[in-house]
């Protein structure tokens, strides 16, 4: 199976600023296709996952555009260029370049 | 507008069966493969099984295969999940997951999750 890693596992951050969170698999996740399978969700709290970024990079419909991902092969960054009090919740990076899907263990984000 | 709604959840001994439903609408059920993911009480995501538009491709995570089979009902707009042989590290909220195309394989993404069923496995 492939190991997702996620840092740091928890950030407090001031309204404005920015945050970064890493991910790194155990395996590349460059598909023979071309593509890389790297995804980004946030769970806000109380709610279920929703879709940030696809791809490694491409923001799902209706992500603000201060969410941006970068990263290739094994490594991969999650950025808010400037935080906003919604974005609290977990962020989980996922792999599907193959079975079983998995997760990172999730980076806790919350408002200084 | 895409609505996934999980049924089924609820208190069950070790080693009893149980079988959740998702009712899925807003959406051609039969174009899209389906997934289950749970969330164990303050952990993460664990995926835990898909099938394939026409349930002819089915994946498990190894933590259920042969205790949980995963099934679909294109008539009925349906997800299922029977899980037999409960154990109490199977407790979690259960989500039902659209995946973004027909076969749950590389390439896979959830677009869509519904708000969970609860499922605690308690004597």
């Known amino acids: 199976d492939i190991v997702m890693t996620q840092t740091p596992l928890s950030l407090s951050v001031t309204p404005g600023q920015p945050a970064s969170i890493s991910c790194k698999s155990s395996q590349s996740l460059l598909h023979s296709d071309g593509k890389t399978y790297l995804y980004w969700y946030l769970q806000k709290p109380g709610q279920p996952p929703q879709l940030l970024i696809y791809e490694v990079s491409n923001r799902f419909s209706g992500v603000p555009d201060r969410f941006s991902g970068s990263g290739s092969g094994t490594d991969f960054t999650l950025k808010i260029s400037r935080v906003e009090a919604e974005d609290v919740g977990v962020y989980y990076c996922?792999?599907?370049?193959?079975?079983?899907?998995?997760f990172g263990p999730g980076t806790k984000v919350d408002i200084k | 507008e895409v609505q996934l709604v999980e049924s089924g959840g609820g208190l069950v001994q070790p080693g009893r069966s149980l079988r959740l439903s998702c009712a899925a609408s807003?959406?051609?059920?039969?174009?899209?493969?389906m997934h289950w993911v749970r969330q164990a009480p303050g952990k993460g995501l664990e995926w835990v099984s898909g099938i394939s538009w026409n349930s002819g491709s089915i994946g498990y995570a190894d933590s259920v295969k042969g205790r949980f089979t995963i099934s679909r009902d294109n008539a009925k707009n349906s997800l299922y999940l029977q899980m037999n042989s409960l154990r109490a590290e199977d407790t979690a909220l259960y989500y039902c997951?659209?995946?973004?195309?027909?076969?749950?394989?590389?390439?896979?993404?959830?677009?869509?999750w519904g708000q969970g069923t609860l499922v605690t496995v308690s004597s």
């Open positions: 807003g959406f051609t059920f039969d174009d899209y493969a």
């Open positions: 997951a659209k995946d973004h195309e027909g076969i749950a394989a590389a390439g896979t993404l959830f677009d869509y």
């Open positions: 996922m792999q599907s370049i193959q079975l079983p899907l998995t």
